[in-house]
């Protein structure tokens, strides 16, 4: 009730279409979704049909011979959704039909997902004259897979799929998704890396990549970004501050924020192989640049008690020590105001009297402590058992005085209530200096798409859709504060040497050379905004609608394909030209500052060393 405001949908047909499921029974609510665009919506309460669900499992039986087992109810709900969705999209072409007066009404409808397929298959099964385009995210017995520390890439033709999904039990659901990606007219899926798995293990290879985007927001101001990101760093200070109260004898102009969230796959994440770099990266840095410090933050939502005590008690005694010197400010001030009044100098003893001084002794007293500054800022359930903490213990990095590298497991999603960051996620990004993700199984990856777009440099692999789609589109994406670690072609050993190198190297960039990469990173944002990346979804569309349509032509048809990138290219390392399709600049942007970038002078800063 709260996200959508409910009303009429723009169309007749559609609100015909609406009507006649409720007049079946069904409960659809229809109107606008209180979101960015403000699109129609149709929402439709699968509990209402659930009377149909023995029929409906019957009709999938009989046509596509697949069983789904009564216990399933995830499965169940998206047999009631799939049927729901495929009577719905019937009924609005055969109103659509009525209301244009004998020409066939050419309408598409894009599925995404196992759990949506099933409307696909039954609009196929009945011969519904709509063009059907399907497309997977990451496939389900891929999934499943990795989740297993399968050696998932060097066996891909080697896997038995029938038999691999009947062991997990999942033989129904893998069913619906390959029955759903060959019925189609279209198939995409979001990456080169996920048509790779989906060749395999659906045994189709995608028609068109439709790789995901973002709603990109440009400053007017350049170095706009640049401040936010101040801002929001000083925030991160405040939380270092108070979690390592006691042991605070770092300097924070020399420490650096590395971070990585997402979903707690262990594994599948890169955390294991993040953790193993971070303590050879904690050895570089003691033997050569003593100096720096880095605070690494894993942001992983794991099952915890409440907050960890040392942790509130550290912001407690900051703030305290804070609000003290704060009060105690005000109170030299007036008294320096009335000396001064009277027309002589004031002396130090008159300015910070004694119980001025005792009561900064008091604060600073509270702030001595006899551990070590905990590694997470929760209690986790059964914390011997949990993979990041056995992790860090294995790798002895307990945030020690002589630690460059310092650890921060906080397993929760971060949110502006949060009493101990105060910021929500797109702050805390922007604070950071690096965000890590050496996943291994990552079918397109948004957390270093929001990196990029936010101009924080980001780690990625040749195992995520984005790192293959920033290899395939720029010539040296490290230039652009993409650091793309090969987890395919080498050894695990080899990926965690080449991703400790990666965070040394950055790790030795002094600030300006930092502010230029931010630069450069953020100028990468147009590639990743949905009104360029939204081209191949509409090529996917046009696919189907001549598969079903041979007389269909789209107006923009010679568009597609065509679309270059718009920075000013300088030979090597720049955006490619050659290599596959990058889009052209957003038409919200301002192109007034490439005019003046002169990319050889950055990438010789970038080059020099400290």
Known sequence: RTEVEEGPLGCQALNQAVEELRNRGFKVHTGRWLVDGNPQIILMDIGSASWKMDEWKNELWSTCNIGVPHLDIEANDAIILGFMVAEFIQEFRNKAEAAAEGETPRVVAHFHEWQAGIGLIVLRTRHVNVALVFTTHATLLGRYLCAGSTDFYNNLDKFSVDNEAGKRQIYHRYCMERAASHLCHAFTTVSDITGFEAEHLLKRKPDVITPNGLNVKKFSALHEFQNLHAISKEKIHEFVRGHFYGHYDFDLDKTLYFFIAGRYEFGNKGADIFIEALARLNHFLKNSRPDVTVVAFLIFPAKTNNFNVESLRGHAVTKSLRDGINDIQQKMGKRMYEICLSGRMPDANELLQKEDLIRLKRCIYALQRDGLPPVTTHNVVDDWNDAVLNAVRRCNLFNTTYDRVKIVFHPEFLNPTNPLFGLD????????????????????????????????????????????????????????????????????????????????????????????????????????????????YRQARQKALKAVFPDYIDDNEQAIGQIKYPRPFSEPPSPTSSRGVTPVASVHGSDDESDSVDEEKELEELRINN
Not at 471 to 489: F, L, T
Not at 493 to 501: F, P
């Open 425 to 536: 996620y797109e702050e805390f990004v922007r604070g950071c200096h690096l965000g890590v993700f050496p996943s291994y199984y990552e079918p397109w990856g948004y957390t270093p798409a929001e990196c990029t777009v936010m101009g924080i440099p980001s780690i990625t692999t040749n195992l995520s859709g984005f790192g293959c789609f920033m290899q395939e589109h720029i010539a040296d994406p490290m230039s652009y504060g993409i650091y793309i670690v090969d987890r395919r072609y080498i050894s695990v050993e080899g990926s965690v040497q080449q991703l400790a190198q990666y965070m040394f190297d950055f790790a030795r960039l002094n600030r300006r050379q930092r502010i230029i990469q931010r630069n450069r990173t953020e100028r990468l944002s147009d590639m990743l905004d949905w009104r360029n990346l939204g081209i191949y």
